[in-house]
């Protein structure tokens, strides 16, 4: 079974300051792993994934995202924050060799001036 | 032109009815996607299509019931609407039939069934 878990359900933060947002998963195979951006009223659009290589994987809009499979992490960053990131933020799985992708429940990042 | 489209946007209707979503997709894609997000943002893939044949069918009531007449639409039909079907539906495709290629999403549907 499958399981991702993102830890903080907001996260308020001021303009040009640095992010991040954690997500952890579970699974008894291996996983690939996504993090998605849904802008209110919008549906989700990928920021970066994670297949195989480097475990640093750069995404659009300056965020990174760093795999550690011994802490089966895989947190969001970005150094520099604006206005325009407030989003909510979905971490996914999708294991290896199935049909099968497992959504976290989001985590609210509210940018303030 | 929007790539992924929705009709309606907003659907409000009464328990017991029966109602249907559409999407389509103008990228030229082979998979399309439907997703559940319930009250709690909460997001689950229900039904995946590629060039009009399922390939994934979560565990979904019998009473949904996704219809590909080519690959650029799926529609979602929902029968015997329950107050638990309350959510935003999400359309989205892909290239290719793999979860891990990159999807493109609509802007959704808002489903309040009273």
């Known amino acids: 079974a499958q399981s991702v878990t993102q830890l903080d359900s907001q996260v308020p933060v001021f303009e040009e300051a640095p992010v991040e947002l954690r997500c952890n998963y579970s699974?008894?195979?291996?996983?690939?792993l996504f993090w998605y951006v849904q802008y209110p009223n919008q549906g989700l659009q990928l920021l970066l994934k994670?297949?195989?290589?480097?475990?640093l994987v750069k995404g659009i809009n300056g965020f990174e995202a760093e795999f550690n499979k011994s802490q089966t992490s895989f947190h969001l960053r970005k150094p520099s924050v604006h206005i325009s990131d407030t989003a909510e933020y979905f971490c996914?799985?999708?294991?290896?060799?199935?049909?099968?992708?497992?959504f976290g429940a989001g985590t609210r990042l509210f940018v303030k001036a | 032109d929007t790539a992924v489209s929705q009709t309606p946007k907003y659907l409000v209707t009464q328990m017991g009815n029966d109602k249907s979503i559409k999407c389509e997709q103008n990228?030229?894609?082979?998979?399309m996607y439907w997703y559940k997000q319930d009250s709690k943002k909460f997001l689950k893939i229900m039904f995946s299509?590629?060039?009009?044949?399922?390939?994934i069918n979560e565990t979904v009531p019998n009473r949904f019931s996704p219809k590909s007449p080519d690959k650029a639409h799926l529609n979602l039909h929902i029968n015997s609407l329950e107050l638990g079907d309350s959510a935003v539906y999400f359309c989205?495709?892909?290239?290719?039939?793999?979860?891990?290629?990159?999807?493109?999403f609509g802007p959704g549907t808002r489903l309040t069934v009273t």
């Open positions: 996914a799985v999708v294991n290896t060799g199935g049909f099968k992708t497992i």
């Open positions: 299509y590629n060039n009009k044949e399922l390939i």
């Open positions: 989205a495709s892909s290239q290719g039939r793999e979860l891990i290629d990159e999807q493109y």
């Open positions: 990228l030229g894609h082979d998979t």
């Open positions: 699974s008894s195979v291996s996983v690939y």
């Open positions: 994670y297949l195989s290589g480097s475990t």
